[in-house]
């Protein structure tokens, strides 16, 4: 028994022994149970988007790419995955962090080939209701969206041709594709149109804001200060005080889908949507932002030149500056009969800040629904 043993593991080469080989079997059994787990794991089925009434139903997917489980999935995976980038060292989710609601946290983000962009990087809370995308409008929709800072050079710098092939390679990809899209043909566009299904997903309603207006939770005398402040415009000659911002970012969803010259500079070095339309009244106007989660957003402004929201009220009460294309709401704005600025006192600043705070939704920030699951599955 012993000779035949040993003959049975004569043939085979660098000295195997049953050790080894009884590794090598259980390591295959975990690959097969993990890809058997893989496949069982995928959710099917149409997505169901949920969120308040008060955000309303004009909700932004196209009929050419329906929202569902499998394709949420898929996006989110592509979302995280440094594949499709130049160097396979950066992801959406390198500038865009769960943990800074999908922003970075830095006035400019580096690319794959080192230069940064040109802008800051702007939150995705919420885009499920935008029909406008980046700082000049340029998209008109998620799926266009995506297709541009995937290939733009100093971003992820790869074409989506490269960028499906190097996917096709993967033995992961090729199914969920097919999961998502009936064949397991991968192309940039049907990448394009999963990372669109997982950006809807990115619904920000749960911050202390959204609990006052259900009646969860009682705000402090400085935030409901702060919040009247926030929605009224000044009216001094009636003793009104108010800091205009509802002007903008008036709504339950704190943005409203315009463009904006916020007096930044007389002479504005990037024209943002006038740079798109050539247009003299265009210039330095871009597109006004949500404020959900803003006290994680920082720093602020298409160009980050602001690094706290104590800078930001700054210049919305004492710095605006005045130029041909200053859009009107910041005209002749203030607290006091006669003035030129808003004046804010620093009490009143103080309370806006304590109202922007209230906007911090702790759920967006740590749902593990929009988590990267690579580093999910790396912790199990």
Not at 132 to 140: L, Q
Request: with cysteine.
């Amino acid at each position: 028994m012993k000779n035949s043993r040993k003959n049975c593991f004569k043939f085979l080469p660098y000295r195997w022994n049953k050790p080894v080989i009884v590794l090598v079997v259980l390591g295959f059994s975990v690959l097969i149970s993990a890809w058997t787990y893989y496949r069982e794991a995928i959710p099917t089925g149409t997505y169901q988007f949920i969120y308040p009434a008060n955000f309303g139903n004009r909700i932004n997917v196209p009929d050419d790419n329906p929202t569902t489980k499998q394709g949420v999935y898929l996006g989110r995976m592509l979302f995280y995955e440094p594949r499709l980038s130049a160097n396979n060292t950066i992801s959406c989710g390198n500038c865009h962090q769960q943990q800074f609601a999908f922003t970075d946290n830095r006035p400019f983000s580096a690319g794959a080939d080192g230069v940064e962009t040109t802008r800051n990087s702007m939150s995705l809370a919420n885009l499920l209701w935008a029909r406008k995308f980046f700082w000049d409008g340029r998209a008109a929709s998620l799926e266009e969206q995506a297709a541009i800072p995937l290939t733009n050079p100093h971003e992820m710098g790869q074409s989506l041709a490269t960028s499906a092939k190097k996917l096709s390679t993967e033995p992961q990809y090729p199914p969920l594709f097919k999961a998502v899209y009936g064949d397991d043909t991968i192309t940039g566009e049907r990448i394009c149109k999963a990372i669109a299904q997982f950006e809807r997903t990115l619904i920000s309603a749960n911050s202390r804001y959204d609990q006052y207006l259900r009646k969860a939770y009682q705000p402090t005398a400085g935030e409901l200060k702060g919040m009247e402040l926030f929605n009224t415009g000044p009216q001094p000659e009636k003793g009104i005080r108010g800091a205009n911002c509802a002007h903008c970012h008036g709504g339950v969803k704190t943005y409203l889908e315009l463009f904006h010259n916020n007096g930044l500079d007389s002479i504005p070095k990037d024209n943002g949507i006038g740079a798109l339309t050539g247009l003299p009244g265009d210039r330095g106007r871009f597109k006004v932002p949500t404020l959900r989660n803003i006290a994680l957003t920082a720093p602020y402004m298409h160009d980050g030149r602001f690094k706290t929201l104590d800078e930001v009220l700054d210049h919305y009460s004492d710095h605006v500056v005045q130029s041909e294309s200053l859009s009107t709401v910041f005209r002749g704005e203030s607290n006091e009969v006669g003035g030129k600025t808003l004046k804010l006192s620093p009490q009143e600043k103080k309370e806006i800040i304590a109202f922007l705070n209230m906007l911090t939704d702790k759920d967006f920030i740590t749902n593990p629904g929009f988590s990267d699951p690579n580093i999910r599955a790396s912790k199990k």
